[in-house]
């Protein structure tokens, strides 16, 4: 078998998982009934905006779905091999697939921020937040959101998603990013726990898999109440011109 082959052949395996796991990519989500590539297009050109959504935004959020979806379709796959150093008198001997699943995990905590980077970017070039273009993340232009629009459900969903379910998360891709990377981390919690503490730790690798599915889904909610918050604000300005 070729190496062209043998890659193939993980990639519809992948695919496989995919489907199965519900795992949707951005491009194949119906917002508003529309074709999402249609549904942003319409919004970002027809509302009036503080400056121009860059071309690339659309792209990109495709591009990090890409990531999404294939690194968590692969921790599926992962799962059933890596270590539980419960059941293994307590030691920690890491192998392959566990490394690799902890590898991925860390990648899959900077997609995740990434998406979200990339919501906040598309939110400032629609709303006076007062920021300087390199002082944007999703955390300050929520924390910095113009007081007229924060009544809106679709803020106060996107609000409740970023700080219940994702800060937190961002958090730990912070502590990778500059300080500890996910797989030294949960090495060294590993080595070091007893008992209970160590089967908490197995069990939170465990979760991995589905935790990146439910970002996932947050990440194109968070997207889709975005765009849906543009559009509300572009209605208020066209109702109330002049």
Request: charged fraction near 25%; proline fraction near 2%; hydrophobic fraction near 40%.
């Amino acid at each position: 078998m070729s190496d062209k082959e043998l890659l193939n052949g993980l990639f519809y395996r992948l695919k496989d998982i995919k489907e199965a796991e519900g795992l949707l990519h951005i491009s194949e989500l119906s917002p508003d009934g529309k074709d999402p590539l249609t549904f942003y297009s319409e919004v970002t050109s027809h509302h009036a905006h503080i400056k121009k959504a860059p071309l690339f935004l659309y792209d990109d959020l495709v591009f990090i779905s890409n990531d999404l979806v294939h690194f968590t379709s692969f921790l599926f796959l992962l799962r059933t091999f890596i270590n539980d150093a419960t059941k293994e008198a307590g030691t920690y001997f890491q192998n392959l697939y566990d490394a690799r699943c902890l590898s991925y995990a860390s990648i899959l905590h900077s997609a995740v921020y990434n998406f979200w980077d990339r919501i906040g970017d598309l939110l400032h070039c629609f709303f006076a937040t007062g920021l300087l273009d390199d002082k944007v993340y999703i955390g300050r232009v929520l924390n910095n959101f113009p007081a007229t629009h924060k009544d809106s459900y679709n803020f106060q969903r996107i609000s409740d998603i970023y700080t219940n379910h994702v800060r937190s998360l961002i958090f730990e891709r912070n502590e990778d990013a500059h300080n500890q990377s996910t797989a030294t981390t949960h090495f060294y919690r590993e080595i070091l726990a007893k008992d209970d503490k160590q089967r908490e730790q197995t069990e939170l690798k465990l979760r991995l898999p589905d935790l990146f599915k439910e970002q996932i889904g947050l990440a194109y909610e968070g997207f889709q109440l975005a765009l849906c918050l543009i559009a509300e604000r572009g209605a208020d300005v066209l109702e109330h011109a002049p």
